[in-house]
């Protein structure tokens, strides 16, 4: 949040996110351990640390039986992708991801998939092509209606450094204010039949900075994205 005793611009808050695969196996006692790191931002210092919590699971039988029983992110079947309850810092947002086959039914434009944390909030779109579509020449198409799309709701957005690009990848930066505290970055890509756009918005902060370029690096470790680089300056 921005809080009214700090200074102009000046972002505080808490992220954390979860280390190695969540929830270990249990001990001979029931209990299951989760070792998070968090970070907090202060006005004038970030701290950083590690804590585990305990949990008793032993009435679920075993640690595969709990997961089971608390399905946790986004399944899209159709595009063979799913989406974890936390990407990097930041987490599932279900009250904004959107189906918009059965919201709107319009299935052409897929599904919109929210994640957000303090000062970052990102939309994973998910929607089908047809025919060749995925050649480098329809991805192009997709992206220059997806720039023109963001410049039009900011109008005065700046590019932040130029477009990367790479086989079946684009991502581009901007500033979006004119005080140079926001940005947005635009990516987007090709799989299973499906284009994948990431518009992903952040108040800039070298801390916040690395937990959005976190945010793209994770979405390649799911397979998701191809490798990015961080804006330049």
Same mark, same amino acid.
């Not at 991805?139 to 086989?167: C, H």
């Not at 990516?187 to 994948?196: P, R, V, Y």
């Given at each position: ?5 700090a ?7 808490? /992220?954390?996110?979860?280390?190695g695969?969540? %929830? ?11 070792? #998070?790191?968090?970070?907090? %931002?202060?006005? *004038?210092? #970030?701290?950083t $640390?590690?804590?585990?919590? /305990? @949990?008793?699971?032993?009435s @679920? ?5 709990? @997961?089971e ?8 079947? $159709?595009?063979?992708?799913? &989406? ?5 810092? !930041? ?6 991801? #959107?189906? /918009?086959?059965?919201k /709107?039914?319009?299935?052409? !434009?897929?599904?919109?998939?929210a994640y957000?944390a303090?000062?970052v909030?990102a ?6 092509? =047809?025919g060749?579509q ?8 997709e992206?220059?209606?997806?720039v023109?799309?963001l410049? =039009?709701q900011?109008?005065?957005? %700046?590019?932040l450094? *130029?477009?990367r690009?790479? =086989?079946? @990848?684009?991502? $581009?930066?901007?500033?979006t ?9 635009l990516a +987007?890509s090709?799989?299973?039949?499906? &284009? ?10 070298p801390?916040?900075?690395e937990?959005? +370029?976190? &945010?793209? =690096?994770?979405?390649?470790e !799911?397979? #998701?994205?191809?490798?990015i680089?961080r804006?330049?300056?």
């Amino acid at each position: 949040m921005l809080r009214a005793n700090a200074p102009d611009n000046v972002l505080t808050g808490t /992220y954390w996110r979860t280390l190695g695969d969540g %929830l270990g196996p249990t001990d001979v006692e029931g209990l299951a351990k989760y070792v #998070v790191e968090r970070k907090t %931002l202060g006005v *004038e210092k #970030v701290a950083t $640390q590690k804590a585990a919590y /305990y @949990f008793d699971i032993s009435s @679920f039988g075993s640690r595969e039986t709990w @997961f089971e029983s608390h399905p946790v992110g986004y399944n899209l079947a $159709q595009a063979s992708l799913f &989406f974890p309850r936390e990407i990097g810092w !930041l987490k599932y947002d279900p009250n904004h991801t #959107v189906d /918009y086959s059965t919201k /709107y039914d319009r299935p052409d !434009l897929g599904v919109g998939i929210a994640y957000s944390a303090t000062g970052v909030e990102a939309t994973i779109y998910v929607y089908p092509g =047809s025919g060749n579509q995925g050649t480098e020449e329809k991805l192009n198409r997709e992206w220059l209606k997806a720039v023109n799309d963001l410049t =039009s709701q900011n109008p005065s957005a %700046l590019k932040l450094g *130029e477009r990367r690009e790479k =086989s079946n @990848f684009l991502l $581009q930066f901007w500033i979006t204010d004119d005080t140079g505290w926001k940005a947005t970055s635009l990516a +987007m890509s090709w799989k299973n039949g499906h &284009f994948i756009k990431v518009r992903l918005t952040w108040h800039r902060d070298p801390t916040v900075d690395e937990i959005a +370029m976190n &945010f793209l =690096s994770e979405l390649h470790e !799911l397979d #998701v994205l191809d490798p990015i680089v961080r804006p330049r300056n």
